[in-house]
């Protein structure tokens, strides 16, 4: 079993607890005395950083929000010098204004680490030649798992995203062993391989690191069979600094934290209660390494579970399941809580592609559901009525509500290269 940080990635439990203490109580005094949006934040819950003796204390500080983020935008919680900091970097957007996040040399390095043990975990070595086609630019993805591939050594292709048929040709030509991108994208760069007339023999991959975007245990399936290879999940955002806070191993089996960087704990999004482990609830995380941009218990938004059971893999780090979505991806649909990775689970069940669109409406003041789907390839027209009915009756089991469901001719759904837009929710633009 390979491992880029042994001692780090292995490390006994009680000691990884006191080394997380001592950066925790060293971490609250810095941002504390050095940053006046925290020690506010602080002194509104009557906290003090000698309150904080360890993680047990973590419980006592104040959550911070993206709501924060905005509010201090662009400097606001910088908790050094400009002059220090070597980049900026931004969230994509996805959920409203963009919040940005700085970078010193040393913030830098502890990303890239965090990127080189997933690479590491999903078998990458100096040998292999990395394909990188996350977006570069603002976006973490690309810069994040291109200095990662670096420091393992590997040779890497730092292609961005887009232009799918010259990926395909690289990926060929120059013997890409390991790929990395959103899973929306590996799906299309899959079926465009398919398209092009080869089949997974005729590519060297054998690994793909996916994230950035929540996806399915089916569909890594899929994915895994169009491109031939083991497909493994990495987590992580903007604010936390990247891709890599969380990385999955060859047990597949959830996410390790990279927890000398980050602590995790689950709280009820409604209350802010901290929650035992196994229990689902918002991640929150605090970073005890960051120089430029620490977080004290940020709020992902995202909704999962944590788990300490041993892994088979020899990694102690704690394991974070698989996202289900933001809890504000979650729609309301008629009283009832969809998530899109639900309908996305049934689909694949049933034959068909990741490529779909939900499309939530109110008339005459109830909420409408609409998936279009497209029709799998090679399905007869005269089927597609029998098609949707049987489809939406699946979903209907899974989700409680009976949805419309609409096939669509192939390739009619345009493809993701990034993350992936698959809900159009019309409510809010009626609001
Ligand atoms: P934005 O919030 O604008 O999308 P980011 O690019 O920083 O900005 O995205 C971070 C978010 O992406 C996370 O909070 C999470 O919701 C999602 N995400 C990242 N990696 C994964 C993953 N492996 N599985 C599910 N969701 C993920
Ligand atoms: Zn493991």
């Known amino acids: 079993m390979a ?10 439990r009680e000691k990884m607890r006191e080394l997380q203490s001592e950066r925790l109580v060293k971490k609250v005094k810095d941002v504390y005395d050095n940053v006046p949006y925290y020690r506010d934040l602080m002194d509104k819950k009557g906290v ?14 104040p959550f911070l929000s993206k709501a924060d983020l905005r509010e201090a935008y662009p400097y606001g919680l910088l908790a050094r010098p400009l002059s220090d900091c070597v980049r900026i970097h931004s969230t994509s957007g996805t959920t409203g204004k963009r919040v ?6 040393n913030d830098i390095d502890m990303w890239e680490d965090c990127c080189a043990r997933a690479i ?59 790929l990395c991108c959103t899973p929306s994208y ?56 990247g891709p ?26 409604d209350t802010g209660e901290v929650l035992p482990e196994g229990t689902k609830g918002e991640l929150v995380f605090t970073s005890i390494t960051k120089e430029a941009f620490p977080l004290l218990r940020y709020r992902t938004r995202d909704i999962c579970v944590l788990t300490r059971e041993k892994c088979a893999c020899g990694r102690t780090l704690i394991r974070m399941a698989k996202p289900m979505g933001r809890s504000d991806d979650m729609l309301i649909i008629r009283g009832v809580n969809v998530f899109p990775s639900q309908i996305e689970t049934v689909l694949i069940e049933q034959g068909y592609t990741p490529n779909y669109m939900i499309e939530v409406d109110r008339v005459n003041n ?65 609001d």
């Open 100 to 105: 940005v996040a700085f970078y010193t040399q």
């Open 366 to 430: 109830s909420d409408t559901l609409d998936i279009n789907v497209e029709v799998p390839e090679g399905a007869s027209e005269i089927d597609t009525p029998h098609r949707e009915k049987q489809l939406a009756s699946a979903i209907k089991t899974i989700l409680g509500i009976s949805p419309k469901v609409h096939l669509v001719p192939t390739k009619s759904i345009t493809r993701s290269e990034g993350k992936a837009v698959r809900v159009i929710d019309r409510r809010k633009l009626h």
């Open 186 to 241: 590996a799906a299309y760069i899959g079926e465009t391989l398919h398209d092009m007339g080869y089949t997974p023999d005729d590519i060297q991959l054998k690994a793909g690191i996916f994230g950035a975007e929540p996806w399915t245990e089916e569909m890594r399936r899929s994915i895994e069979k169009s491109l031939g290879i083991k497909a493994y999940d990495i987590y992580g955002l903007t604010e936390t600094s």
């Open 3 to 12: 491992y880029w940080n042994e001692e780090i990635e292995c490390m006994d």
């Open 120 to 178: 590491t975990a999903a078998g990458g070595t100096k040998d292999d030649v990395c394909q990188v086609c996350y977006g570069y630019g603002l976006f973490t993805g690309g810069s994040g798992l291109n200095g990662g591939s670096h420091k393992v050594g590997c040779l890497t292709l730092p292609m961005s995203s887009g232009n799918t048929s010259r990926q395909i040709q690289f990926m060929r030509d120059l013997n890409a062993t390991i």
């Open 48 to 61: 003090k950083p000698e309150d904080i003796k360890g993680v047990d204390d973590l419980h006592k500080l």
């Open 244 to 269: 890599g806070v969380a990385f999955e191993c060859c047990e597949q089996h959830g996410m390790h934290i990279n927890e000398d960087n980050f602590i995790p704990e689950i709280i009820d999004p």
